[in-house]
């Protein structure tokens, strides 16, 4: 069963259209590259998926259920938050804990658990060092990390970034293709990633899924590529 | 603590530290949204609501309070469907509620509360229904931000990823645009428009610039809040300045001075960093997939003993810096003492507090020199434009006697509630009088006039003013009766003498229609068959509209008059016989000129 289906989906801005014939399907523990030229409508397509927008026409569905039983976790990085610039006040443990602050669990005291996977999400990305600094004092790239970060210490179903790569050094983007193969291998999470350097990451990708600008102009989706053994590992 | 041991004071503070506490928190939210001018934009639309509510006798601050949430969640659905609007609906809502306001007002042709009141409030004189009000909306406030802490961290830091979480992001920012609106506009009454918005943004300025975590800027905002309004509350009863300029002025301080401490301590960090010292490299490490064994604590022990330090140091700084202001009230104090009741074992003279000039004359009169009469709205400021003092506030709670006019002086009705003493005679010296509308106020466009309080200006009606005052001193000293019945009779004489000359000089005038600033002399005018034509309305801040101007300048003109009248309040030495003397001379003036001409 599909995490996420979308199909014959129409949506614009203006009453124009920008994005048409999206239809793509997207099983439990994959990896998905979403990719296409820029301004190809990506992070519309992200925010169609999650629910963000809502579709002119077609029809977009996400499983009700995550793997735990509950109802599904989605934990989304977007391509830049503005309240990092605007002094938000709170230090990077506050910040990424507050990715375990769910529906059920506004009251309850954070237990072992909560501590355990914030613990482990800000060592996955290298900043648990640093866990007491304010989120204002952080690079761009920093800032970035704490919010994968607080994504993942939601135990997420389904992991949506967009662009997460933008800027990383070399050895970051390795590390960090690494940790998402790890979320779809060791915990069976899916991950949907936006991004441009496709040479780079099809080895550790399971499909590809591309926006392409057709005759008239507008953006339709989307030649899906299954990578699994077409490339051959490009690993330093 | 002299100062606490009146009941208007205990409530000031405790109706200012629940606005202090739960504004300070809100301002923290409100300035991460981008919403810093809210609150003052919610002021005013509930400025307007409660000035509908008085125009159409329903409730005002019921009305005030329904329109504050109308506007609030109004911003909110322009901020979610019109996102490049948000700032502008802020303005426009703004404008619009200000504006509407004064026109509501000013179609309550009546003397009113007077707009300054509104801009800072009485904090001194909170009657105890917005007590009440102000207790329940803090309960719920407190309420929302303590059971809704977290996802109202997750929105205000970012809405998209809240609602990808599966925050009910919509349903949340709704409910917190209804709670600012339910705190501001039960806020407003109390400490007015303008010390509602500086405690919503200057404490939470602060705070977010000091603290490193989003508790502790709840914490600290909450901290400046309560110490603000407390050392502001002190220190208006130490030095006799209005407590709500007073509070917004101490806010203003603690911000800048935080501002100037972080700086400095920011800028010796750098000089250590230049020289080589104790920096910590704030460098990530590098991904890392593999699973981490778990080393974590239960808890994150280190942040909450520091936050809990800081929460107990910021306390003992508020308590320390009010006590301290305090003291300084204490000091006040006692000098005030002092000149009371002098003498020990003598009998206490019948202390009196008068509202302003004229009931102070009456009084002074009719006492004599058996009661120490003190005037409360200093000579040449407008009764109702003034506000008690906390200072003034004692005064009145200590009379045994308050005599004032009555609808003039906006403050007297919370006044009296608020310094509330069983056994004070309060003598409203014009109820009854006022009731019927004077036929010489001209309304050029026929709306109905309101009650006009200028009674005092009839030599008439001011005999029995005195006769009021008169009676309201023997029933608060007895045992003088004889002796204010005779100062009385005295005084009503001198006025009726007046009375007569007014009669005789005006009676032949051939010219029955004078023009004045604003329409104080209506009684006057009907006693002496008289028209009286004003510019202003029955207030002197009442402005004429443009077709009320044309209309009293045709008049002016096809009667040919050439003089206008006003009452001279600007004067600084507003005291002894000036105001008798205004009123001889302005008969004079007009019997002279009327004989001059002979027309």
Not at chain 2, 185 to 202: C, D, E, K, R, Y
Not at chain 2, 372 to 390: A, K, N
Not at chain 2, 431 to 460: N, R, Y
Not at chain 2, 482 to 490: C, R, T
């Amino acid at each position: 069963m599909a995490l996420v289906a979308m199909e014959q989906v129409v949506f614009g801005y203006d009453d124009v259209p920008s994005l048409e014939d999206v239809n793509l399907e997207i099983g439990a523990g994959e990896f998905v590259a979403v990719t296409g030229p820029n301004g190809a409508s990506k992070t519309t397509l992200l925010r169609l998926m999650m629910g963000l927008l809502a579709p002119w026409k077609g029809k977009i569905s996400l499983a009700s259920r995550g793997k735990g039983g509950g109802k599904l976790k989605i934990g989304y990085v977007p391509q830049q938050i503005s309240a990092f610039n605007s002094g938000f006040p709170s230090s990077i443990l506050e910040f990424v804990r507050s990715g375990r602050y769910t529906k059920g669990s506004w009251l309850r005291k954070m237990n072992a658990r909560d501590h355990e996977q914030t613990e482990l999400a800000l060592k996955q990305v290298g900043m648990w060092h640093l866990r007491h600094r304010k989120i204002g004092e952080l690079s761009g790239g920093q800032k970035q990390r704490i919010c994968i970060a607080r994504a993942l210490a939601m135990e997420p179903d389904l992991l949506v970034l967009d662009e997460p790569t933008t800027g990383m050094d070399r050895d970051s983007r390795f590390g960090f293709y690494e940790l998402m193969k790890t979320q779809t291998e060791q915990y069976g999470r899916t991950v949907v990633m936006v991004t441009h350097g496709l040479d780079e990451v099809s080895p550790y990708l399971d499909r590809i899924v591309e926006l392409e600008r057709k005759e008239d102009g507008k953006w339709r989706c989307c030649t899906t590529t299954s990578c699994r053994g077409h490339f051959s590992p490009a690993r330093s | 603590m002299e100062m606490l041991h009146y009941d208007f004071m205990q409530r000031a503070f405790l109706a200012g530290a629940l606005i202090a506490l739960v504004a300070s928190a809100l301002g923290v939210y409100l300035m991460l949204r981008r919403q810093a001018l809210m609150a003052d934009m919610l002021s005013h639309v509930s400025l307007a609501g409660i000035a509908a509510g008085a125009y159409l006798h329903w409730n005002p601050t019921l009305t005030g309070f329904a329109i504050a949430i109308v506007g609030a969640v109004a911003v909110e659905y322009v901020r979610r469907s019109y996102k490049t609007y948000s700032e502008i609906s802020v303005a426009i809502i703004m404008v619009g509620g200000l504006s509407s306001a004064v026109i509501i007002m000013n179609l309550n042709q009546s003397v009113n509360k007077s707009f300054s009141s509104y801009l800072f409030g009485s904090v001194v004189a909170v009657n105890r229904t917005e007590l009440i009000l102000m207790l329940a909306v803090s309960v719920l406030a407190a309420l929302f931000f303590i059971l809704m802490r977290r996802p109202l961290y997750q929105m205000t830091f970012d809405e998209d990823t809240a609602k990808t979480s599966g925050l009910p992001v919509n349903w949340l920012s709704l409910a917190f645009s209804v709670v600012t609106g339910m705190i501001v506009a039960a806020a407003m009454p109390i400490v007015g428009v303008l010390l509602v918005s500086s405690l919503v943004v200057l404490p939470a300025a602060l705070a977010i610039r000091l603290a490193s975590s989003f508790s502790m800027a709840i914490v600290f905002s909450m901290a400046f809040g309560l110490g603000g309004v407390w050392s502001g509350l002190s220190a208006s009863y130490a030095f006799s300045t209005p407590p709500g300029a007073t509070i917004a002025l101490i806010l203003l301080a603690i911000l800048l001075v935080g501002i100037g401490l972080k700086k400095g301590a920011l800028r010796a960090a750098k000089r250590k960093s230049r020289l080589g010292q104790n920096v910590a490299a704030a460098e990530e490490a590098p991904y890392e997939a593999a699973r981490f064994s778990s080393t974590a604590r239960v808890a994150d022990k280190g942040g909450v003993a520091r936050m809990k330090s800081y929460l107990a140091k910021a306390a003992l700084a508020a308590l320390a810096v009010s006590m301290a202001l305090a003291g300084c009230g204490q000091g006040g104090a006692k000098k005030g003492d002092a000149n009371a009741g002098t003498d020990a074992g003598a009998q206490r003279k019948l202390q009196v507090a008068a509202s302003f000039y004229p009931m102070y004359e009456f009084a002074s009169q009719v006492a004599g020199g058996l009661a120490e009469v003190t005037l409360m709205v200093p000579g040449g400021v407008e009764p109702h434009d003034w506000e008690p003092t906390p200072k003034d506030m004692a005064l009145l709670s200590k009379a045994d006697v308050f005599v004032y006019n009555g609808i003039v002086e906006s403050w007297a009705g919370q006044a009296i509630s608020s310094a509330g003493r069983g056994d004070r005679v309060d003598v409203e010296a014009s109820a009854g009088f006022e009731t019927d509308v004077p036929g010489g106020e001209q309304a050029p466009d026929g709306k109905p006039a309101g009650a006009d309080p200028h009674v005092w200006l009839s030599p008439a009606l001011a005999q029995r003013e005195v006769e009021r005052i008169r009676d309201g001193l023997s029933k608060a000293d007895p045992a003088h009766a004889a002796d204010f019945e005779a100062n009385a009779e005295a005084y009503i004489a001198k006025l009726r003498q007046l009375d007569a000359e007014f009669r005789t000089a005006l009676g032949p005038a051939k010219r029955k229609t004078f023009v004045t600033q604003h329409a104080a002399f209506g009684y006057l005018a009907r006693e002496y068959g008289l028209t009286q034509l004003p510019i202003s309305g029955l207030s002197p801040d009442q402005e004429p509209t443009p077709a009320q101007m044309a209309s009293v300048v045709k008049e002016i003109q096809s009667l040919g008059i050439s003089t206008i009248f006003f009452r001279g309040a600007g004067r600084p030495e507003g005291r002894g016989d000036d105001r008798e003397r205004d009123r001889r001379e302005d008969g004079r003036a007009r019997s002279d000129r009327r004989s001059d001409e002979g027309r």
